[in-house]
């Protein structure tokens, strides 16, 4: 069993599905809301490991949808200045269990990190938003 950081955009179907898979797996989470953490570049840049600055950006946050960020041309510190700006285009979840930090919720890796029970949720990382206009209805205009 692992204590899980685990920050979320609370509302968001995903975030909630991945807290319960990893609580049904045995681990605790300790869930924070990641638009209210006090971001810096050097607090968030180890959750990125060595994946591709793209990668660390959330596709389905408004600004990325609209067009107004390009993730793929980005640089790390274009990636980490605009995140600490509007903690919605960060890639979701960050986790962390000791001194290991991580982003997104890839299932495989979670399962090889700390372990999960062999359940099959489906998709619980990518939103399932992304693919249409639609906003939650937790917050107006939010991803």
Not at 73 to 95: N, T
Not at 120 to 142: F, K, L, V, W
Request: net charge neutral; with cysteine; charged share 25%.
């Amino acid at each position: 069993m692992a204590d899980v950081l685990f920050f979320e955009k609370p509302g968001c179907r995903n975030n909630t599905r991945q807290k319960a898979l990893l609580i049904a797996s045995g681990h605790r989470v300790e869930a924070h809301d990641i638009r209210q953490q006090p971001w810096t570049a050097e607090t968030l840049r180890p959750y990125f490991g060595d994946k591709p600055v793209a990668q660390w950006i959330n596709p389905a946050a408004p600004r990325v949808k609209a067009g107004e960020v390009r993730p793929e041309a980005l640089d790390e510190s274009e990636a980490l200045a605009l995140m600490v700006k509007d903690a919605l285009l960060i890639r979701r979840p960050l986790m962390a269990v000791g001194q290991t930090k991580t982003c997104g919720f890839d299932r495989a890796a979670v399962n090889a990190w700390i372990g999960l029970i062999a359940q099959d949720p489906g998709d619980i990382e990518t939103c399932p938003s992304q693919a249409t206009n639609h906003r939650c209805a937790e917050e107006p205009g939010a991803a």
